[in-house]
């Protein structure tokens, strides 16, 4: 029957247009396989040799895509240098004499677009795949990154300021940023063992080591000698005593009441997420394989995906 035929014709078209559709809003991680497969590669080599240059890359690095991904996505948006229409994210509490990386971004986009051929990699997916190759660099677990987000077109101070995690919080405030993000406690723990890396300001841990009681005396007068009472607020301190090695002493030091931020040691006092911490830190294993997950769904916060946004040329810059 025609009617017949001519329904099965229009429903088939209509699940192809809705898996289309899907398709274009789902990252996948052979997106530039076919069109650049020299792209992924190049990300690889400017970090490698960016981490060989300076340890701590790796870890600044890591944390861009994070600050990325918790601002209206990953989208690249913290990459955006402030104008006269864009009130630039590194301007922002969290991020302002804070947030580093950015030339290295900016070399990693010049080696990929010469690789290319042409500019086909978005900042948003080099921000994802930089994170990745910087984790491996120092020692931490590899995963496929899904691929495909573009890169935006604003950027917000405010919501930089409003949506990133303090490290003056308690727990039900940093599950309360990540429940905004549709990320759970679960998540919460295990991608705050980026902390294994890299290393934190003075003023922000001065008074967990002065004030606090739940903190390990011992530790606390160790970290006073490079963090005076009063100035030196700029001094550095890692955030744990191998920043440049993924292991579990991020969670081991939690565990003896050694963590330095007060967002650290929030993660085991008495709450919830305190078997987590204490399971990660005797497991490396199931601590590497719940990083590299959370990593895969942090990456997907609210990417542009099909025609949303853009490739930009620079990173720094709309098009
Ligand atoms: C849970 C809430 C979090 C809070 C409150 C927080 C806070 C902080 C603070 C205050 C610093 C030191 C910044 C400075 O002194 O300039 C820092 C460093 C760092 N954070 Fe977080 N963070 C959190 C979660 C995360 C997550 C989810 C990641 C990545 C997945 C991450 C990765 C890093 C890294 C790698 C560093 C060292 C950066 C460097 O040495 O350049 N953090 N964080
Ligand atoms: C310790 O706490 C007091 C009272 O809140 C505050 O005035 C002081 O600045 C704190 N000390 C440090 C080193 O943060």
Redesign the pocket.
């Given at each position: 029957m025609a009617s017949r035929s001519i329904f099965v014709t229009l429903f088939v078209i209509v699940m192809l247009s809705l898996a289309t559709a899907a398709l274009s809003a789902t990252l996948s991680a052979s997106y530039y396989n076919k069109v650049c497969p020299g792209a992924l590669p190049a990300i690889k080599r400017v970090v490698e040799a960016a981490v060989k240059q300076e340890r701590?890359?790796?870890?600044?690095l890591?944390?861009l895509?994070?600050h990325d991904c918790?601002v209206n996505g990953c989208d690249a948006s913290i990459l955006l240098d402030q104008t006269s229409i864009i009130d630039s994210e590194k301007n922002a509490l969290?991020n302002v004499?804070?947030?580093?990386?950015f030339e290295v971004i900016d070399k990693i986009k010049a080696e990929v677009d010469k690789a290319c051929g042409r500019p086909l990699v978005s900042c948003a997916d080099i921000l994802a795949v930089a994170?990745r190759d910087s984790v491996v660099a120092l020692g931490g677990p590899t995963w496929e990154v899904p691929l495909g987000r573009r890169d935006s077109t604003t950027a917000s101070r405010a919501t930089a300021n409003s949506d990133?995690?303090?490290?003056?919080?308690d727990l039900p405030a940093?599950i309360s940023?990540?429940q905004k993000q549709g990320l759970n406690a679960k998540d919460?723990v295990a991608?705050?063992?980026?902390?294994t890396?890299?290393?934190?300001?003075c003023?922000?841990?001065k008074n967990r080591i002065y004030n606090e009681t739940t903190i390990d005396a011992k530790f606390a007068r160790q970290r006073q000698t490079t963090c005076p009472r009063t100035g030196g607020d700029l001094n550095?301190a890692p955030?744990d005593q191998t920043?440049a090695a993924f292991d579990t002493k991020y969670f081991n030091n939690l565990v003896s009441k050694k963590g330095l931020?007060h967002?650290?040691q929030a993660?085991f006092l008495g709450g919830q997420t305190d078997g987590l911490v204490k399971s990660y830190s005797t497991n490396l294993d199931s601590f590497s394989n719940d990083?590299a997950n959370?990593?895969i769904k942090?990456g997907n916060i609210k990417p542009l995906t099909g025609n949303n946004g853009q490739v930009r040329l620079n990173c720094r810059r709309v098009n």
């Open positions: 701590r890359m790796g870890a600044s890591l944390r895509n994070f918790f969290p004499n804070s947030a580093r990386g994170a990133l995690p303090s490290p003056f919080m940093l940023t990540f919460l991608l705050s063992g980026a902390h890396l890299g290393f934190a300001k003023q922000l841990f550095l955030l920043a931020l967002s650290d993660l990083f959370s990593m942090m």
